[in-house]
C-alpha cells in the first residue's frame, strides 16, 4: 500500500513561525506578547539554517510520518539523528 507523503520546507515552516510570532499570533503561556529580542534570535537561527542549506546544497525537508507504517517512521527517526 502506497501513502500520501506530506513533505514541508523548514525555512518556509520556520518563517512562518517567526510571522506568527511577530504579529502576535503565538503568546507566551501567560498571554504576554512574546518580546522582539527573540523574535531577533529567531532571525538568526533563521539566517544560520539557510546558511547551512546553501553549504550543504541540499534544501531541509520535513515529512510527515502520520498513517506510515512502523519502517518509514524509523527511516526518518534516523534521518533526523543524523541530521
Known amino acids: 500500500m502506497k501513502y500520501a507523503r506530506k513533505e514541508w520546507s523548514l ?6 513561525f ?7 499570533k503565538r503568546l507566551k503561556k501567560d498571554g ?6 527573540t523574535i531577533r534570535n529567531y532571525k538568526a537561527v533563521f539566517q544560520l539554517l539557510k546558511e547551512f542549506e546553501i553549504f550543504d546544497k541540499k534544501q531541509i525537508i520535513i515529512i510527515g510520518v502520520t498513517g506510515n507504517n512502523k519502517r518509514h517512521f524509523i527511516s526518518q ?3 533526523w539523528k543524523r541530521f
Request: proline share 5%.
Open 11 to 16: 525555512l518556509d515552516l520556520f518563517q512562518q
Open 77 to 79: 527517526l534516523n534521518r
Open 32 to 37: 504576554k506578547r512574546i518580546k522582539p529580542d
Open 18 to 24: 517567526i510571522k506568527d510570532t511577530y504579529s502576535g
